[in-house]
């Protein structure tokens, strides 16, 4: 079993900055990679950034690539997104997820979710 845990959201201006950080803990052995996706209300859930668990693999959805960086701190058990220049459009309640498998763009694929943090960007 893998707990996950977001933190880090809140409010914030266009342009602004925020860190997120999903902690990880329980049988993270089996985990491939790690994954931040984004429900708006109204809107479905997307793939933001994926990791993986072990190596150094990274990938973007392009609405966010340029902007948003994922990292791993592997003493912590912790995943990190770096949200830059951020945009009204980054609203949305951001989820950390864990998967077995290497289809990380797709949520269906993960089997462990955070509870989500909420990130507000106003105009």
């Known amino acids: 079993q893998v707990q996950l845990v977001e933190s880090g959201g809140g409010l914030v201006q266009a342009g602004g900055s925020l860190r997120l950080s999903c902690a990880a803990s329980?049988?993270?052995?089996?985990?491939?990679?790690m994954g931040w996706f984004r429900q708006a209300p109204g809107k479905e859930r997307e793939f933001v950034a994926a990791?993986?668990?072990?190596?150094?693999?990274?990938d973007y959805a392009d609405s966010v690539k340029g902007r948003f960086t994922i990292s791993r701190d592997n003493a912590k058990n912790t995943v990190y997104l770096q949200m830059n220049t951020l945009k009204p459009e980054d609203t949305a309640v951001y989820y950390c997820?864990?998967?077995?498998?290497?289809?990380?763009?797709?949520?269906?694929?993960?089997?462990?979710w955070g509870q989500g943090t909420q990130v507000t960007v106003s105009s």
């Open positions: 329980g049988r993270t052995f089996s985990t491939y990679f």
């Open positions: 997820a864990a998967t077995r498998t290497y289809a990380y763009r797709q949520g269906r694929e993960y089997n462990y």
């Open positions: 990791i993986a668990w072990s190596g150094s693999s990274t």
